[in-house]
């Protein structure tokens, strides 16, 4: 108890015609409305028991409305061209993580061998454990999305996902499937597990997409 200290809240105290603006300046821009920095943290959330899966079982797969259906194992997909992710993460539960670093392979590298058709859409992204997610074709190219085995500097921890998870950081993290076995796509919007259970189609933590509605 610290009663003289003034409490933490008075800054935030809206001021007539200056709402927002005081809020603002105390706010890290790189924290979306409703978030707060897990700073040291990352929570795991799955709806799963963590997968015993080895990299030697690891495959991932691209069919669908595709030219090219194809899959690829734990050292094809190593023997592509590496790329990384630098920055933030921001899960619909109201944490971010900023500054992170997930090594692996971009997903524009494994669509561009699979050469998605003209009527090609969207995606579900769907999990070795059974989980799925939907997503825009267009959030998942362009260089939005990765497949990542690296977690700043050592591999993936299974319980994050590892040996391989697929990562899409510009929306809420529940798009980003763990243990990612693969991704169809398709001509329309095929909700995954929690955009069936109530979530945003969609995601993005800036228009706060929380669910369904938003
Ligand atoms: N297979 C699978 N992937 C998943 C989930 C899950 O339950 N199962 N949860 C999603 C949700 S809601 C979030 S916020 C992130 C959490 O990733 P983390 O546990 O590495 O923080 O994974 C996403 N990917
Ligand atoms: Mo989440």
New binding site residues.
């Given amino acids: 108890m610290t009663p003289d200290v003034p409490a933490p809240t008075a800054s935030y105290e809206p001021t007539r015609g200056f709402t927002g603006r005081a809020r603002a300046a105390d706010r890290d821009p790189r924290l979306p409305p409703g978030q707060y920095d897990a700073r040291d943290g990352?929570?795991?959330?799955?709806?799963?028991v963590t997968p015993r899966l080895t990299a030697a079982e690891w495959t991932f797969r691209i069919d669908g409305l595709v030219a090219a259906p194809r899959t690829w194992t734990w050292d094809e997909a190593h023997a592509l061209p590496p790329s990384e992710y630098r920055g933030d993460i921001h899960?619909?539960?109201s944490w971010s993580k900023f500054g992170v670093r997930f090594g692996g392979v971009s997903l524009d590298t494994f669509l561009a061998a699979a050469r998605p058709l003209p009527g090609a859409s969207h995606v579900v992204a769907y999990?070795h454990?059974g989980?799925t997610?939907s997503l825009p074709l267009d959030d998942v190219t362009g260089g939005k999305a990765w497949i990542v085995w690296e977690y700043e500097d050592g591999p993936l921890p299974a319980?994050?996902?590892g040996p391989a998870?697929l990562i899409v950081p510009h929306l809420?993290?529940?798009?980003?499937?763990?243990?990612i076995a693969g991704l169809r796509l398709l001509d329309r919007d095929e909700p995954g597990?929690?955009e069936q259970n109530g979530y945003h189609h969609r995601g993005d933590p800036w228009a706060e997409e929380r669910y369904a509605g938003d």
């Fill in positions: 990352w929570p795991v959330l799955s709806a799963e899960c619909v539960t999990s454990t989980y997610t319980e994050h996902g998870r809420y993290f529940w798009k980003s499937a763990k243990w597990f929690w």
